[in-house]
């Protein structure tokens, strides 16, 4: 069997360590090594973006790297979202308002894609965001209720003048 | 009666309740299948044929075997010594279908891992159990395997063929259903036809394709001889019971479980050969085995749907009214039939839609071919079939020279005629009979909701002039929902006074827990917190059938509804007792039972809990057993319709054929809605299924049998910013069939879509004779249309 390597990551601001094969793909590594199962696994070509996490502050697609390529990185997954008493944070509790998840699969990876979109972009229209959660695949919703949380989300952080939905 | 319930109950029925679902999944503390991690836990993975129809050979597992890590290696010569194949339908029919459907059914049985022969490319050949799947997909790549190829039967037409080979040689033919029905003169009246239009119409292969992919965990307990089987499956019941089958284990000893499952629509709705291999897998080798699909084996392996070739010939008047429906098709099913001719007795169940037509006669052939088999998928039959009729309909419309709106108003049964029978026999074995609607009103409103008909005309007129293309198109349809043969819940108070419910459905993200709750709080007039639902645990309720085909909603809420009376007549008993009152002066109220106009003489239902017990200083009456607890079975009397219209105004760019939908409306009845939010999650969700299958979504295959759409990158679902915008107008006429006037909506919107994009393309497309009668809508095949005659504006 290869030779397992050691990978460190900052993991929702906690330092979490463990072993790797050098083929490993970092979603494997998160889910079945450090035990954080919420990203998902939906394709593993990087189509789906089940597997999105926040990778040194930007949306990355975590079944296309090794995890040796991450080691000493800053990753948030979906674990992270909440606060540490479990009070969701404002883009879940759109999430919920606007019945913008029914299995649930695609879920994590489409608050990372839209925590991402939200935070790099000061100025977004309901296309640019249709645009931007383009990058995820949800079977379930049509995307509706997805877009209409992102764009109240958007509203919500940058206010009614960056927003010109 | 729907509205009787909400004001009796003030409740929880009819309320847009958020689900109790949602928080863990946005928390990302779901559980999925693929999350469960077992001490001890192995992997499997499969080895799958590159070919489409072969001979198996010598199949080496010798080099995999010493792979370090590997457990375990099985080819289909070892599976097939120890396990039987999945014999015959999971699905039976009842006798009254068959006494009313021509049916001569041949279903093949489909080995767990075959050891002789390979019939579509993706089938397993080979197992490798290792320490982890990395070890185990190594593994698979050492196996050395010799292959025979047979002769390719590579679409349903070709395995018709006099020459054509056969995929299971023991059937002695490819035909693995052959079914007819007829109403009125069926097809001796198209003579008296004063018009007729002959076409044939395909619909083509896409799939459910969740974004989880199917998989099975399995535990077994030695000491308790006991199998623990998670799977990511719709039909928790069925998989117990095709796993105590093979395995020879009383189903009692065998508990299935569907955790949180990632989406399903119809292609986790019946048992695979993985879900018995990995329950006999963790039993052989005495630890938890898992196997997780990947997305190309999921594309490859799971069940494709649709597939179908209609030749169907329509009757008419002068003014359009169809006199006579006759239609011949072939449902390419693959190499196997896991639900039988369920798919093919759906269609001819459902072409005569809304329409009153008094003459139809359908013959169908369910074929076998070296495809992967082919299985329900949201809509299940009705958007094959609905394809062909609809186009049919706006071609009696194009020839009469009358508006496609005004044809279908001509012939739709009108809302004073319900019931209505159809002069068909549902595959419930029930004579056919839409209970409830308003048919023409769906129209109107579908037709108001994209501006109104005149406008949209004139509309179009305008663009025409500008050399632009804008068109209408239409499409209804009715819809079996509910269908049984029946659904179990157990209902019980325990000693907190809770109410506890467990239902054999098996949600895959519709929400049936919060929905549940919402029918057991109205019933139990409680808060809906006090009310605790457990679904898809075989250990919670001794029969089930499980969420396929728009069920839940009606046949759970039914069996809740039956178990609750039971549990609060003897409630009342106990009550009375307690109370020293007659049984008839009690009423519910107040999370409990009250004497009625006394309000100080109540009790609530954790005194009644525990005055229920068995044992000392309980406070039973006479005669009346212990405990609060009852199971019990729904058998609805048959189906309730729902039924949809739907209207899209759609551009084409005629040089590109690019299509452009400027809106989309569909008008549904699913009777009273539970959860006015969710019904709308759902109609919506299935509409862009329906839209992305009828524009983007295709299984494409060679001539050779090879699968060409293998992965996301060829096989392209919707994404946000593909929808266009979607309006979905509810109507609520309550069925007549059952205590809460509820009708099943889970498939509805996945129906219309694909052949609502046709005749809008062609209704764009007139001034060019276009016809489009096949699907999926390509932008090239539109471009082509406009190719062939130059416009002539009529």
């Known amino acids: 069997m290869t030779q397992r390597m050691q990978v460190t990551l900052s993991v929702n601001g906690e330092t979490l360590s463990g072993s790797a094969e050098p083929r490993t793909l970092l979603v494997d590594f998160l889910r079945d090594e450090l035990r954080l199962t919420g990203t998902h696994v939906g394709c593993e070509h990087g189509v789906c973006g089940a597997c999105t996490v926040i990778l040194g502050g930007f949306a990355a697609r975590s079944c296309l790297m090794f995890a040796v390529q991450a080691d000493g990185a800053e990753i948030q997954t979906i674990e992270g979202l909440a606060s540490s008493v479990g009070e969701m944070h404002p883009l879940q509790k759109l999430f919920a308002e606007h019945r913008a998840l029914q299995c649930g699969f695609c879920t994590p990876g489409m608050l990372m894609t839209a925590i991402d979109l939200v935070q790099t972009s000061n100025s977004l229209t309901e296309a640019d965001i249709r645009t931007g959660m383009s990058a995820g695949l949800c079977r379930c919703t049509g995307y509706e209720g997805i877009v209409n949380a992102v764009v109240e989300y958007a509203r919500q952080v940058h206010g009614e003048k960056a927003f010109n939905g | ?794």
Request: charged share 25%; hydrophobic share 40%; glycine share 10%.
């Open chain 2, 1 to 794: 009666m729907a509205n009787d319930i909400r004001k009796q109950t003030g409740g929880y029925i009819g309320q847009s309740v958020p689900r109790r679902e949602d928080r863990n999944l946005l928390l990302g503390k779901g559980e999925f299948v693929a999350d469960i991690q077992l001490p001890g836990m192995v992997h499997t993975a499969f080895a799958r044929s590159p070919l489409p129809h072969a001979e198996i050979g010598a199949v080496s597992l010798g080099a995999a075997r010493a792979v370090e890590g590997v457990r375990f290696t099985a080819s289909g010569a070892d599976v097939c010594a120890e396990l039987p194949p999945i014999s015959g339908m999971q699905v039976v029919t009842p006798q009254g279908w068959r006494d009313r459907v021509d049916t001569d059914i041949l279903i093949p049985d489909q080995p767990l891992v075959p050891e002789d022969r390979v019939r579509y490319v993706g089938e397993a050949y080979a197992l490798v159990v290792a320490d982890t799947r990395y070890i185990a997909e190594d593994a698979l790549e050492l196996i050395e395997a010799e292959f025979d190829p047979r002769p390719t039967l590579a679409h349903a037409e070709s395995a018709l063929e006099d020459s054509a080979a056969l995929v299971h040689d023991q059937l002695g033919r490819n035909v693995a259903a052959f079914l007819h029905t007829k109403k009125g003169d069926g097809a001796a009246a198209m003579d008296s036809c004063p018009h007729r239009l002959s076409r044939r119409f395909v619909h083509h292969r896409y799939a459910a394709m969740p974004m989880e992919t199917r998989g099975v965990v399995a535990e077994y307990n030695r000491r308790t001889d006991t199998l623990t089987v998670w799977s990511s499956t719709q039909v928790v019941h069925w998989v117990r019971r095709e796993i105590s089958t093979a395995l020879g284990m009383p189903e009692d000893r065998i508990r299935c479980v569907a955790p949180d499952v990632g989406g399903g629509f119809g292609g986790k709705g019946h048992v695979y050969p993985e879900d018995i291999l990995v329950a006999w897998l963790a039993k052989k080798l005495d630890r938890p085995v898992k196997w997780v699909e990947d997305r190309h084996e999921h594309i490859l392996n799971s069940a494709h749907s649709r597939d179908n070739i209609y030749d169907v010939e329509i009757g008419f008047d002068d003014d359009g009214k169809i006199l006579a429906v006759t239609s011949s098709f072939l449902v390419d099913s693959g190499a196997y039939t896991p639900v039988g001719a369920g798919i093919a007795g759906n269609s001819i169940a459902h072409m005569l839609g809304p329409y009153d037509i008094p003459h139809y006669e359908t013959d169908c052939k369910v074929v076998l071919t070296n495809r992967t088999p082919n299985a329900p998928y949201r809509g299940a039959g009705r958007p094959e079939v609905g394809f062909a009729m609809e186009r049919a309909v706006d071609l009696v419309a194009n020839h009469r020279g009358l508006d496609p709106a005004e044809v279908r108003f001509r012939n739709m049964i009108p809302a004073d005629a319900m019931p209505y029978e159809v002069g068909l026999t549902y595959r419930d074995g029930v004579p056919m009979v839409y209970d409830s609607g308003d048919y023409p009103e769906a129209l109107r409103r579908a037709l108001t909701a994209v501006g109104g008909l005149d406008n949209v005309r004139q509309r179009q007129k305008e663009a025409l002039a500008e050399g632009k293309y804008l068109g209408l198109g239409l499409g209804c349809y009715v819809e079996g929902t509910g269908v049984g043969p029946f659904e179990g819940a157990t209902v019980k108070i325990e000693s907190t006074g809770k109410i506890m419910v467990a239902a054999g459905a098996c949600p895959q993200g519709q929400g049936h827990e919060t929905v549940f709750a919402q029918f057991a709080a109205d019933m139990w007039q409680v808060p809906i917190e006090d009310v605790f639902v457990t679904v898809a645990d075989t250990g919670e309720v001794t029969q089930g059938y499980g969420t396929i085909a728009s069920r839940s909603t009606v046949t759970a809420s039914g069996a809740i509804k039956i178990a609750s009376d039971a549990v609060q007549e003897k409630a009342f008993a106990i009550a009375a007792n307690m109370l020293e009152a007659g049984e008839t002066d009690l009423e519910i109220r107040d999370a409990g039972v009250g004497v009625a106009g006394v309000p100080e003489m109540h009790v609530t239902w954790r005194d009644i809990a525990r005055a229920a017990k068995p044992g000392w200083d309980n406070q039973r009456p006479d005669g009346v057993e212990a405990g609060l607890e009852t199971t019990s079975y729904y058998e609805p009397p048959t189906v309730t319709w729902a039924y949809a219209a739907n209207a899209a105004l759609v551009w084409i760019d005629p040089d590109t054929g690019q299509l452009k939908i400027e809106k989309y409306v569909e008008v549904h009845d699913a009777g009273v809605l539970v959860n006015p939010g969710l019904a709308d999650g759902q109609v919506k969700g299935g509409l862009v299924q329906g839209l992305g299958g009828g524009l983007l979504e295709e299984l494409a295959y060679d001539d050779q049998g090879q699968l060409l759409t293998g992965s996301f990158a060829d096989y392209l679902l919707p994404t946000a910013s593909d929808v266009p915008p979607i309006e979905v107008v509810h109507m609520e006429t309550p069925s007549p069939l059952n205590a809460f006037g509820v009708k099943g909506l889970g498939e509805g919107g996945a129906i219309a879509p694909p052949v609502v994009i046709a005749n809008a393309v062609c209704d764009a497309l007139r001034p060019f004779k276009a016809e489009l009668n096949s699907t999926p809508v390509r932008w090239e095949d539109v471009a082509a249309l406009t190719e062939e005659a130059s416009p002539s504006v009529t």
